[in-house]
């Protein structure tokens, strides 16, 4: 299949277009996540605001974290169901900036947040008796904001530094979304600076994290090890588990792009892999969440019931 010309300096997103009946697949899988997506988190969302039982650290952070995959997929999946469904490749200038911009913003800001929930998890298991104390309101959001700040100031150096590249009229790229990998690709000067930046910026926002987070789960295991209990044990797979899931899933994912080798980065493996992190993970995460750990089922519940109760009301009347 021919990808069309861009017209006025737009960018072609080549994507998946010389495959056009796994485009046709894709559309139908991607839009079917990005749905779920959007169900899934909100109902974290609603659940972990409107029930009291959740009104702790753990779901407040976990609420930042639903409300970073809706944003996250927003800000790619529109534009590839787009790109999918017709003949039309293309993305404007604007577009590709606001959403290189937004997407690496996110993708940073959720790297830390997994870090920082990783810290709760061990502020729960090692210091129970003071988890209320160590985890106060105003210790959550200063870290919660601590990853917000993180992903924008990231996304500031590192989108900047790409876009102002100069590119020779190289509007391809041979990716779905803007991505700084893809990006740097079209510069028609020495780019081993920029790939050298953005090696280290992962190792600062992948790597970093990604350490803190094995510490944070090595002295939670030393603990469990001690206690030796099967009731411990038990609590923390369902209070911990979770979590460690999510972080192997988006880690695993987003690591083997952002580390890998560069000559291997615009084969198809690395837009699956993509697609993985963009797509897939940010609905799995709620289905997680929700599935093994009884709070979050029994407070969708009562949110389930309460609206059904809300609606007979009107309805007798």
């Known amino acids: 299949m021919t990808v069309n010309k861009s017209s006025d300096g737009d960018f072609i997103l080549v994507g998946f277009s010389d495959q056009p009946q796994l485009e046709k697949a894709l559309f139908v899988v991607v839009l079917i996540f990005y749905l779920l997506t959007l169900v899934g988190n909100t109902a974290i969302i609603l659940a972990s605001c409107l029930d009291s039982t959740l009104q702790t650290p753990m779901y407040y952070f976990l609420t930042n974290l639903s409300f970073v995959d809706i944003c996250f997929s927003t800000s790619i999946v529109p534009q590839l169901l787009w790109n999918l469904h017709g003949p039309a490749k293309t993305i404007t ?138 009731l411990t044990w038990g609590k923390a797979l369902g209070t911990c588990g979770s979590h460690l899931l999510v972080v192997v899933l988006f880690y695993g994912t987003i690591t083997a792009v952002y580390i890998q080798p560069n000559s291997s980065y615009a084969h198809s493996q690395g837009k699956f892999i993509t ?43």
């Open 93 to 230: 200038p604007t577009g590709c900036a606001i959403q290189l911009y937004v997407s690496l913003a996110l993708g940073s800001t959720e790297c830390v947040l997994l870090a920082v929930m990783a810290f709760d998890r061990y502020a729960a298991v090692c210091r129970p008796l003071h988890y209320t104390t160590v985890m106060h309101p105003r210790l959550c959001q200063s870290l919660a904001g601590i990853a917000w700040l993180s992903g924008v100031g990231n996304t500031l150096i590192q989108g900047t530094i790409t876009l102002r590249l100069p590119r020779c009229g190289n509007h391809r790229i041979y990716h779905f979304i803007c991505e700084v990998p893809a990006m740097i690709k079209l510069a028609c000067v020495d780019i081993h600076a920029n790939e050298v930046q953005l090696f280290m910026a992962s190792l600062v926002l992948l790597l970093l994290p990604l350490a803190l987070i094995l510490v944070s789960y090595g002295y939670i295991a030393q603990v469990l090890m001690r206690l030796r209990s099967a």
């Open 275 to 317: 697609l993985l992190y963009t797509v897939v993970i940010p609905t799995l995460n709620p289905l997680i969440y929700t599935l093994r750990n009884k709070d979050v089922k029994g407070a969708l519940k009562r949110l389930v019931r309460k609206n059904n109760s809300t609606r007979d009301k009107i309805l007798s009347k």
